[in-house]
Nanobody, 123 residues
Framework: QVQLVESGGGLVQAGGSLRLSCAAS????????MGWFRQAPGKEREFVST????????YYTDSAKGRFAISRDNAKNTMYLQMNSLEPEDTAVYYC????????????????WGQGTQVTVSS
């Protein structure tokens, strides 16, 4: 099973940018669809974006469209989330997740999770 480690979170002012990374262990990263989820204080974890195993298909929640970009480098076993025009509402712990098969926005379908990285956007 793949193991995941997120990095790149931090404190940023509204309108700023951050790039999150998700490093995966193992030799089968390219067979996994990947996703980003986030959990804000007092709220349930929610879907942000997902990318297919080959990187050719991507999906975003409405609030992320036009601001966030998901990508992956299978040669480096790493997935990314470029976040631009950040808003205080984006403040959350961001998690990456992996699943075999097709990409999905349902967190219950994911098999492996990272420990999360905190993103805080100040107004």
């Amino acid at each position: 099973q793949v193991q995941l480690v997120e990095s790149g979170g931090g404190l940023v002012q509204a309108g700023g940018s951050l790039r999150l990374s998700c490093a995966a262990s193992g030799r089968t990263f390219s067979s996994y669809a990947m996703g980003w989820f986030r959990q804000a204080p007092g709220k349930e974890r929610e879907f942000v974006s997902t990318i297919s195993s080959g990187g050719f298909s991507t999906y975003y929640t409405d609030s992320a469209k036009g601001r966030f970009a998901i990508s992956r480098d299978n040669a480096k076993n790493t997935m990314y989330l470029q976040m631009n025009s950040l808003e205080p509402e984006d403040t959350a712990v961001y998690y990456c997740a992996a699943k075999r098969g097709l990409s999905s926005w349902y967190e219950s379908e994911y098999d492996a999770w990272g420990q999360g990285t905190q993103v805080t956007v100040s107004s």
